[in-house]
């Protein structure tokens, strides 16, 4: 199966399990505007509470907010979203089909890197076990004229988007020779900017209405409480406010589900530090929020750090967290070193003091800021692409299985009487009235017992307890466990234990240095 295929089937699976809907379908859906499901609810309240509770919980400097998506206009002035939210775009005369600039020649330098690994994948074939991979990546001369191209365009791509040179950037596309992946023509129009900010009007016409933005980031809503909490809480530098909320982008293009959307959620970490101390905040920030990734055990060779080609307005080092989806590595965090650009602005343009009086150093200065971003959306793709799994079982049966860490699925129990009688379905009850307080636990006595499991298996809930006639004489079932399929027998009054032990989040928060 390609990669491209197991995307199909990975949606697919996403609205035939509840998880993921596109929005407003009985009218034949918005653009990159989704719904979640009963399932995706789950799974996605479960993402941000292991987020909040890692930031929140775990550091006793770091406390949350919830502010409101509207904010004041001069905000938008004020952080440079107003002008300089940008995104080149260039259209495909031909297919008509809007593209971003910037993300073609990303894609071209994507596959340049392919074709390097394709060289070496047939050098490793003719040379055997005598293959040295480094000294072919130094020395093949084909690979070397690759990298050259490539290394020459990246040098170029880099100037550009800082320069912000347009007509540059088109240059690029038209010398690598991109062509339209609908079209397959390079009949391209110029290169534009294009703010993404969505505006509406706040009050009535006659009152003379404003003009309000749905925030593009949840940032701004931390700075501009800065002095509020950090007064309230009576917050001593280095302390950090987290927020996790909608936020609203006119994407330019948004093919990919979920992965670029129109309106989105973010888990946004604002970090506040001593001005000089903010690199070596950075790079403690980008190996905790490694770590965070990594303790779900989808493999550490599936992500990857990719430092900015052009660093944002506000920032003074950039990198993203990247993520091997099904389209390629992508990212899906964003670490930023923000310096006291926002805060100093807002000072600026409120004319409020926005300082923080150090009693260390003695003095009052703007604090510098190191931000960690992520979109709940995005981490979403990223665990159901990583956990969707197709298996052949040793009956010659298929079944499909979402591994989904324990901590973090929709359902973490089913409870099965076998038949629909006999006092079995009365005991199921008793088992969820028990776990229902603490786990989401669903009650299943439809079909046999190896259809329920595949539905489970196709949601991911990490358990199965079968209620038999046995369970009635000495007070045991059978748990089925998920990724294994082995089945063993548990005490009635073991089952809560036994959960617990599984799906909560201090295995995963042990694994993160806090
Ligand atoms: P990209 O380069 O993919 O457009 P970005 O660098 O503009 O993303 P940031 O502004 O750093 O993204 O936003 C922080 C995080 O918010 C991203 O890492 C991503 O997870 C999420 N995010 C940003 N834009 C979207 C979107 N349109 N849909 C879903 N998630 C998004």
Redesign the pocket.
């Known amino acids: 199966m390609t990669q491209e295929e197991l995307f199909k089937k990975l949606i697919a699976h996403c609205k035939e399990y509840g998880f993921i809907f596109p929005s407003s379908e009985i009218y034949d859906g918005l653009g990159a505007v989704y719904d979640y499901g009963q399932n995706g609810v789950e799974l996605k309240n479960n993402i941000k509470s292991y987020w909040w509770d890692s930031m929140v919980k775990l550091h006793e400097n770091i406390v949350g907010i919830d502010a409101a998506i509207f904010m004041h206009p001069r905000v938008w002035e004020a952080s440079g979203h107003v002008g300089a939210f940008n995104d080149p775009l260039i259209d495909n005369k031909d297919s008509k089909k809007r593209y971003r600039a910037d993300v073609l020649v990303e894609d071209w330098m994507a596959k340049q890197e392919e074709k390097i690994e394709k060289e070496v994948e047939k050098a490793h074939k003719r040379f055997k076990e005598n293959f040295n991979r480094e000294q072919y990546l130094a020395t093949s001369p084909r690979v070397l004229e690759i990298k050259a191209k490539m290394d020459a365009v990246h040098e170029r791509f880099a100037t550009a988007l800082n320069d912000n040179n347009l007509e540059e950037l088109k240059q690029i596309i038209l010398d690598c020779e991109i062509v339209c992946p609908i079209s397959g023509t390079r009949n391209w129009t110029d290169v534009r900017q294009f703010n993404l900010m969505f505006s509406t009007q706040m009050g009535s016409t006659a009152d003379g209405a404003n003009t309000v933005y749905l925030r593009p980031?949840t940032a701004q809503g931390i700075f501009v409480n800065y002095l509020n909490v950090q007064k309230t809480g009576r917050m001593k530098l280095p302390f950090g406010i987290a927020q996790i909320g909608k936020?609203f982008?006119n994407?330019i293009v948004?093919r990919q589900f979920?992965?670029?959307?129109?309106e989105?959620e973010?888990m946004e970490m604002q970090f506040f530090v001593q001005p000089g101390t903010e690199m070596q905040w950075w790079s403690e920030w980008k190996e905790t929020r490694m770590a965070w990734h990594r303790a779900l055990g989808f493999g550490d060779e599936n992500y990857r750090f990719h430092d900015h080609d052009k660093l944002a307005h506000y920032a003074n080092a950039a990198t993203?967290i990247e993520f091997n989806f099904p389209f390629g590595f992508?990212?899906?965090?964003?670490i930023?070193s923000r310096t006291d650009f926002d805060l100093g602005r807002h000072q600026e343009f409120s004319g409020k003091k926005i300082q923080y009086f150090d009693p260390e150093r003695g003095e009052s200065y703007v604090p510098y800021v190191v931000e960690t971003?992520?979109?709940v959306?995005?981490?979403f793709l990223q665990i159901m692409s990583a956990a969707y799994t197709e298996e052949k079982l040793e009956n010659g049966e298929e079944r499909v299985v979402l591994r989904i860490p324990a901590a973090l699925a929709p359902t973490k129990v089913a409870v099965l009487p076998l038949v629909k009688k006999d006092g079995l379905p009365e005991v199921a009850r008793q088992i969820i009235d028990d776990l229902k307080y603490d786990y989401t636990v669903v009650y299943d006595e439809k079909d046999s017992i190896g259809k329920r499991y595949r539905r489970q298996d196709a949601i991911g809930t990490p358990f199965c307890v079968t209620v038999d006639h046995d369970t009635l004489n000495d007070g045991m079932v059978t748990v089925r466990h998920r990724d294994t399929m082995q089945q063993e027998r548990v005490k009635i009054e073991d089952l809560r234990a036994m959960v617990e032990k599984a799906v909560s989040f201090r295995e995963l928060f042990k694994k993160i240095k806090a």
Request: charged fraction near 45%; hydrophobic fraction near 35%.
């Open positions: 980031e936020a982008r994407e948004a979920i992965f670029r959307m129109r989105f973010q993203d992508k990212e899906v965090e964003g930023h971003s992520i979109g959306d995005r981490m």
